[in-house]
């Protein structure tokens, strides 16, 4: 499947520009979730942020995290940004380590935020079951989607997120694959079983929030037996959704991070 991208990249690019990034966001998100860091590294290199399926503009189906890194594989082939450096937050997270793992020739460098790979990740989102089952009045704008859902999701930040997930005006209705999402769920929050001694040894940077539970010490094991050169960095008073509490310090570790890439 390939993925909607967006694409930003210098004005003047040159050979020196350093491999592209590819940006995967976090479930329910889109790619200009990542507009800010997007912005921010599109100075000197290329980037391309990417609707993981049933997401933003990106074709719909069935989901796993092995069916979502070939969606990115392909879609990086498509575009030739084949190898790149690729970060994920979150559901994008789990994704790009997948990717990392299985087709470790793509990925020259991992950038992973605020998640582990591991069971857990979207438990605090305390979504309905049958949200998918929204009735839709004939027009909505913001304000209307938004008094919408406040019914079934009271948390002013995950209202929010889905928001923007609303085709608004005309004949409104959910603009992602919501019951392949939600069929899903297990999945997205889990954790595939992987073959034994599976790694990928490419430099790795974990981004934790200091204020989320998504990276513990518990999961300190798996993470040294799968990615064997990673590195953990903490950002101070920051939630799950690091790069939006503190975007100055999270695009600084990123850029550090590129800058030792060979």
Do not use: C
């Not at 990106?58 to 969606?71: I, L």
């Not at 989607?145 to 004949?171: H, K, S, W, Y």
């Not at 019951?179 to 889990?190: F, R």
């Amino acid at each position: 499947m390939l993925l909607n991208v967006s694409e930003r990249g210098p004005e003047h690019p040159t050979p020196a520009g350093g491999l592209p990034v590819v940006l995967l966001h976090g479930l329910f998100g889109r790619g200009r979730n990542l507009g800010f860091v997007q912005r921010k590294l599109a100075t000197t290199r290329r980037t391309l942020a990417m609707d993981l399926r049933n997401h933003g503009n990106s074709p719909h189906g069935p989901m796993s995290y092995p069916a979502m890194a070939q969606d990115v594989l392909d879609t990086m082939e498509q575009t030739h940004a084949n190898p790149a450096i690729v970060l994920g937050h979150s559901m994008g997270g789990k994704t790009a380590m997948m990717l990392a793992l299985t087709h470790p020739s793509a990925v020259k460098a991992l950038i992973v935020v605020d998640i582990a790979p591991a069971q857990g990740g979207f438990d605090r989102l305390d979504l309905p079951e049958n949200l998918d089952k929204l009735q839709f009045p004939a027009h909505l704008d913001l304000q209307g989607t938004n008094e919408l859902l406040r019914p079934f999701i009271a948390n002013d930040a995950v209202r929010q997120l889905m928001a923007q997930n609303i085709r608004q005006g005309d004949n409104p209705g959910w603009a992602i694959g919501l019951p392949e999402i939600m069929a899903a769920m297990p999945d997205i929050m889990g954790w595939p079983q992987l073959p034994a001694g599976i790694q990928y040894d490419g430099p790795t940077l974990f981004i934790r929030g200091e204020n989320s539970p998504y990276i513990s010490p518990a999961n300190g094991p798996v993470m040294n037996a799968l990615f064997p050169h990673h590195r953990l960095e903490s950002i101070s008073g920051a939630g799950h959704w690091v790069h939006a509490d503190a975007p100055r310090r999270f695009t600084e570790l990123v850029e550090d991070f590129l800058a030792s890439i060979p």
